[in-house]
């Protein structure tokens, strides 16, 4: 049985960081691309971040250089490690397993996890 699970989001100040973890079970690495995506209330689903089977990572523009995507296979984890971060980063950011050649496209993705919210404010 196919699983995601997000966790690690909070309320945190402008410049702060947050890591979130995206917990999986039921498939394996090899063959699946894993994205972060993320809304904020009244806006598109955006992606945010990708890594491949082969490792290879995307990032949107507005997070580069500030957020970075990595993946633990002993723990069944994919991290989002975000700094420096600002106001417009808060939304429901969301982790799902996509094709081998997904990028940050949604609808490359098919299967979706529920979803953490991250707040940036004062």
């Known amino acids: 049985q196919l699983q995601l699970v997000e966790s690690g989001g909070a309320l945190v100040q402008p410049g702060g960081s947050l890591r979130l973890s995206c917990a999986y079970s039921g498939f394996t690495l090899d063959y699946y691309t894993i994205g972060w995506f993320r809304q904020a209330p009244g806006k598109e689903r955006e992606g945010v971040s990708s890594?491949?089977?082969?490792?290879?990572?995307n990032y949107a523009v507005s997070v580069t250089g500030r957020f970075t995507i990595s993946s633990d296979i002993a723990k069944n984890t994919v991290y989002l490690q975000m700094s420096s971060l600002k106001p417009e980063d808060t939304a429901v950011y969301y982790c799902?397993?996509?094709?081998?050649?997904?990028?940050?496209?949604?609808?490359?993705?098919?299967?979706w996890g529920q979803g953490t919210q991250v707040t940036v404010s004062t």
């Open positions: 799902a397993l996509g094709d081998p050649t997904a990028d940050l496209v949604s609808r490359e993705y098919y299967y």
């Open positions: 890594i491949s089977p082969s490792g290879n990572v």
